[in-house]
């Protein structure tokens, strides 16, 4: 069974990519006028000077914090925030589009590790949303590169003046953790370390899964696919914390918490599990995958509702835990984000409140529109969980959904679904007779 791309389709991904990019560039113009206006930025401070400095300010942060010297340095990193934006805009849906397609080839392995029955008519939807691995790689790797040739003020933890013990500048917090960690050549090398790994892996997956269809199930190359499965998940266990912490958590460098690398990796592997219903159901409308049915979509459903979940309890706990502690090092990081983003917590009503209370019926597991709708609802509020991540830390108060960030989260979203159709689904035939499992996931039947 092949899938053909529709016409519609290819149309609509080509013309979100060339809406994207048009709006992205006037929100750059814009931005670039912004950044040329010497009044711009002290305007906003003196409309709104809770956002820039806090609602509460002592007699002793106005005696050090009002000073010429201090104001000055206030102004020039509120311009590297300001200049900042374009790149963050993009980032956010660029690492969530990257995490899902990794999530996507993630969960694909643990089918194969666990001798899943029940997923196989499923798995080439999966190995066609893995086939963006590449691509997004591509997008974050300019992103990397620039900040690391200074292009961007992204990660201020690059600035050398911040480790040098001679300067005005040091911070002996960054300074330890460039020995160990937070340095350009090893973040660089890192970077490309992980897309290159999930890259090689991608490929070298779904060669053995067509070996296997090949071969008409050869025992010898399904043991192989086990094998390289298992590979991966390690793999993917591995990167998948150092990437949190290199691209994400950096961003706030003087913050840390054991449970983030989790947290981010439950949001994007929940979202990947969504973008597999969303595909499933569609290919199922067109024909292109029959043999999908309700009990297939239950199951997916199920992992939907479950990993929402776990996220919502990792949010609680990294939250919950720093929030009554009250250690400055880390309860700064929710302060800022409860004071200059209004809709901090709301994120939890589409992440949790509606996905509990909509999907924990087993029969609106089994409703295709419902799981179709709540599958965008979910992608939807883990773009807003990764927009809390970065634009706190790299841009601060002058967060906005306007140009930039609408034209960044089309243009990734066309292309995602460019690449996924295209490169992808359309490339594979969707039923993997060869694998062992096949017949099973044929007849399979959820029991309750």
Request: charged fraction near 15%; charge should be neutral.
């Amino acid at each position: 069974m092949q899938y053909t791309f529709s016409p519609r389709l290819k149309m609509t991904s080509l013309v979100l990519i060339v809406v994207g990019a048009l709006v992205y560039g006037i929100g750059l113009f814009l931005n670039f006028q912004d950044k040329a206006d010497p009044t711009y930025i002290e305007n906003l401070v003196k409309e709104n000077p809770q956002a820039f400095y806090g609602e509460y300010q002592s007699a002793e942060f106005q005696a050090l914090n009002h000073t010429p010297e201090a104001h000055e340095k206030h102004m020039h990193h509120l311009e590297n925030q300001l200049a900042n934006r374009p790149w963050a805009a993009f980032l956010v849906p660029s690492y969530l589009s990257l995490g899902i397609a990794g999530a996507a080839l993630f969960f694909l392995c643990i089918q194969f590790v666990a001798n899943a029955g029940w997923s196989m008519v499923v798995t080439r939807v999966m190995e066609g949303i893995a086939t963006y691995i590449p691509v997004g790689g591509i997008l974050i790797l300019i992103i990397v590169l620039a900040s690391a040739f200074h292009g961007n003020h992204l990660y201020h933890w690059m600035d050398t003046s911040l480790i040098d013990p001679e300067g005005g500048n040091y911070d002996k917090y960054i300074a330890t953790k460039a020995k160990l960690w937070l340095n350009v050549p090893s973040w660089l090398i890192r970077s490309f370390l992980y897309v290159g790994l999930w890259t090689i892996f991608m490929f070298w997956i779904k060669r053995t899964t067509k070996k296997l269809d090949d071969s008409h199930g050869d025992r010898k190359v399904h043991s192989q696919l086990y094998t390289r499965s298992v590979l991966f998940v390690i793999v993917f266990a591995l990167t998948t914390p150092a990437m949190a912490w290199d691209w994400i958590m950096s961003l706030d460098p003087h913050w840390y918490s054991t449970l983030f690398m989790w947290y981010g990796m439950v949001s994007y592997l929940v979202s990947s599990v969504a973008t597999m219903a969303i595909i499933s159901i569609y290919l199922k409308r067109k024909g292109s995958l029959p043999l999908f049915n309700d009990n297939h979509q239950h199951d997916l459903a199920k992992f939907m509702f479950g990993f929402s979940l776990l996220w919502t309890y990792l949010w609680f706990a990294q939250f919950m835990l720093q929030w009554y502690a009250n250690i400055p090092e880390e309860v700064q990081y929710f302060q800022q984000r409860i004071a200059q983003y209004g809709g901090y917590f709301w994120m939890l009503a589409v992440n949790f409140v509606a996905v509990l209370l909509i999907m924990i019926s087993s029969s609106i597991k089994r409703n295709s529109k419902l799981v179709f709708a709540m599958g965008f609802v979910i992608i939807i509020g883990h773009y807003w969980d990764f927009y809390n991540q970065i634009m706190p830390a790299s841009v601060g108060a002058f967060h906005n959904f306007g140009f930039l960030e609408i034209g960044a989260l089309l243009f990734v979203a066309g292309l995602f679904v460019f690449v996924v159709f295209n490169y992808g689904i359309s490339k594979l035939n969707m039923e993997p007779k060869g694998h062992p499992y096949f017949h099973e996931s044929k007849t399979y039947e959820y029991p309750y």
